[in-house]
């Protein structure tokens, strides 16, 4: 296929991705990086960029976004003083070690493993979404001291396996010990910068050979995919707020809790070949 219009089927594929991830953030809540990482995978392997490193490009181009959409959400959260600074302060060291030890363990990783821990800890994500009880809870305040530094790191860690932000694992995380949910939404914001840019500038001196990735390819980090979702994240991302307060999101957790779970499901079965 000539280049010029793989480049074309990489820009459209891309465009589509960037807007349904965009409103689906809007729409419920959630990280766009729990979309963006499967799709870029099933685009790049169509676009026939296959290699044994296709889960690293995937999760750095979409740690990347992550970088600007959580920078942005945190500067809107704290105009309405949601951001819980304290808990951000304390729970950020741990979360940024664990985010390194991430990255340092997935560039060491072979794609089909990163797949499998995508897929389950995916199912996790989406049984929470979709069983998960708002009055759950594990304790009335957020940890301090040893059990913060214990809990701290895996959140970070777990996170850069799946090329998420601070969302996923964060706000069920501030929720269970009794943080408000639209104090948890604008918190896990600043989990997702902290995340995010050290796990980046890892993934930007990781090597990928030049036959197994996309045009303009920074180490791990697609730079096309990164403009065009940041971009099309931009504009769709508010028409799924207004379509949020238009419609009960709750039946459309439980719709896209399934939606994910296929999605965590169907990683497995290519992992293992089946």
Request: charged share 10%; aromatic share 8%.
């Amino acid at each position: 296929m000539p280049e010029t219009m793989l480049l074309a089927q990489m820009l459209g594929l891309l465009l589509v991705i960037g807007a349904l991830a965009g409103v689906l953030a809007g729409l419920l809540g959630v990280g766009g990086g729990i979309v963006l990482v499967p799709a870029f995978f099933y685009a790049f392997q169509t676009l026939g960029y296959g290699g044994p490193q296709l889960m690293q490009l995937c999760l750095a181009t979409s740690l990347a976004t992550i970088i600007v959409t959580s920078v942005r959400s945190v500067l809107s959260h704290n105009k309405k003083g949601a951001v819980d600074w304290e808990i951000l302060r304390g729970w950020g060291p741990g979360i940024a070690v664990g985010a390194i030890i991430g990255v340092l363990v997935a560039s060491a990783l072979r794609t089909e493993v990163l797949q499998i821990l995508f897929g389950v800890l995916g199912m996790v994500i989406g049984a929470y979404l979709g069983l998960g009880k708002s009055e759950w809870r594990l304790g009335d305040a957020m940890p301090k001291g040893i059990k913060r530094a214990i809990l701290s790191p895996p959140v970070g860690f777990l996170s850069v396996l799946m090329g998420i932000g601070g969302g996923s694992f964060g706000v069920p995380l501030m929720s269970l010990y009794n943080t408000p949910i639209h104090r948890a939404v604008a918190t896990a914001a600043g989990f997702g910068v902290i995340i995010a840019v050290p796990s980046v500038l890892g993934f930007l001196f990781l090597d990928v050979p030049s036959e197994h990735r996309p045009p303009l390819t920074i180490g791990a980090v697609n730079l096309i995919a990164f403009g065009i979702v940041v971009t099309m994240t931009t504009i769709t991302a508010p028409w799924g707020v207004k379509l949020a307060h238009a419609m009960d999101p709750k039946p459309l957790r439980r719709v896209f809790a399934v939606f994910l779970t296929l999605v965590a499901l169907n990683m497995l079965r290519k992992a293992l070949g089946l």
